[in-house]
């Protein structure tokens, strides 16, 4: 099992009496900030004492693009083993652990940080969280010396094939928590109006770009986890930058191709069920359909309890795959190939799910499971880890 290489700390694990949670309006967001109190402040504690990195502090001889780039290479491709300098070859599900991935490590830091400060922050309302958050977003939206490139040109790159792929995309659901962070704060007391308004400018230029570049059109319309996960980041950023045009374009995309195309009527989700690792991707999907319903649904427009005339919906697969994350061993289909044994975790379909139809089983096995992983695959796909900057 590989350990995180982006933490510098553990969260301890801490219990709770989950005999008389409440699970409804704003008693719910309460019983979720009792659940996460000590472990949030422990994490901030530790946030408060990092200094930015960005994409700049490191690089790859094998990156086609400049310093300032998003770098990143495909999960599952290996050297060739009859030609090391021959392109590599893929092998789906496997992690080849020697890729450049520091690019990564680097963003989802940024991303535990602001989400991390952002949670303290809302339980305390102590500016010294939101004046470090500050910090870490003037290096990567603002200061010319360390600033990412609103773009993904070379992400998920492989050797000797390709010096980007549409799929790297994905890699930027690690910015969500970012986006939801600064909406949440905006209006302040002590935000910086120069700092924020070239954060907005940064996701403005990136929607820009994902929703014209072959790349991001490419992903826009991937039939699986990465079609969905566009969808998602794309409506966080468009809600962060009041883009109104493109988050009622998310919204009509969860109804017209996202459920149809993904949910069947059981709710299961065949497309990640056919792959090496059936398990952790359904997981991973349930969590970003559950996130766009988070972000998008209104009181005119309740994607949560939304459905297809053959009943397609995202509670349906929530409740398709609550038995199987309260017992792995009913899991009916194959094993993963990899982490089986690290999922599951506490999802935050089962908190949202819980808040969206008043299900108290759903929030009390939330609470219950591991809320702290350590595991990079884990964490990689569990890009809402600060579920308490989410709740209404």
């Known amino acids: 099992m590989k350990k995180t290489g982006y933490l510098l700390f553990l969260p301890l694990l801490f219990s709770m009496n989950l005999h008389h949670a409440p699970i409804d309006g704003t008693s719910l967001k309460e019983a979720a900030m009792q659940v996460l109190h000590k472990q949030v402040m422990e994490e901030a504690d530790w946030a408060l004492n990092q200094e930015p990195v960005t994409v700049t502090a490191e690089s790859s001889p094998r990156s086609a693009g400049g310093k300032h780039d998003f770098f990143s290479e495909g999960d599952y491709w290996w050297p060739n083993p009859v030609s090391p300098d021959s392109p590599y070859v893929t092998h789906d599900g496997m992690t080849n652990p020697n890729n450049f991935t520091a690019h990564r490590y680097a963003m989802i830091r940024f991303s535990r940080i602001v989400g991390a400060l952002a949670s303290a922050y809302r339980i305390t309302h102590d500016t010294k969280y939101l004046q470090k958050i500050l910090l870490h977003c003037k290096a990567w939206f603002a200061d010319t010396a360390t600033r990412m490139n609103p773009s993904l040109l070379y992400a998920q790159a492989v050797k000797g094939r390709f010096t980007g792929r549409g799929i790297g995309v994905i890699d930027t659901i690690q910015l969500m928590e970012v986006a939801q962070a600064l909406y949440l704060l ?113 009181k005119e427009d309740d994607l949560w309890h939304y459905q297809t005339a053959d009943g397609r919906s995202v509670l349906k697969c929530v409740t398709y795959l609550f038995p199987y994350i309260a017992d792995k061993t009913k899991w009916p289909y194959k094993q993963d190939v990899m982490y089986w044994n690290d999922w599951p975790v506490a999802q935050p379909a089962l908190l949202f799910s819980a808040n969206a139809d008043n299900n108290k089983k759903w929030f009390s096995l939330w609470a219950k499971l591991n809320h702290a992983p350590d595991v990079d695959e884990i964490i990689r796909n569990l890009p809402v880890r600060h579920p308490l900057i989410w709740l209404p």
């Open 186 to 298: 905006e209006n302040e007391p002590g935000m910086d109006a120069e700092i924020l308004t070239a954060a907005k400018n940064w996701f403005s230029e990136y929607i820009t770009w994902l929703t014209t570049h072959p790349y991001g059109i490419t992903e826009m319309n991937a039939l699986n986890n990465h079609g969905t996960c566009w969808v998602m980041q794309v409506a966080c950023f468009a809600r962060f930058t009041g883009n109104r045009k493109i988050l009622q374009f998310c919204s009509d995309r969860f109804k017209n191709k996202l459920i149809p195309e993904q949910i069947e009527p059981d709710g299961s989700l065949p497309r990640e069920l056919k792959r090496t690792k059936p398990y952790g991707y359904s997981l991973f999907n349930m969590d970003a359909f559950a996130t766009i319903c988070q972000i998008l649904s209104t």
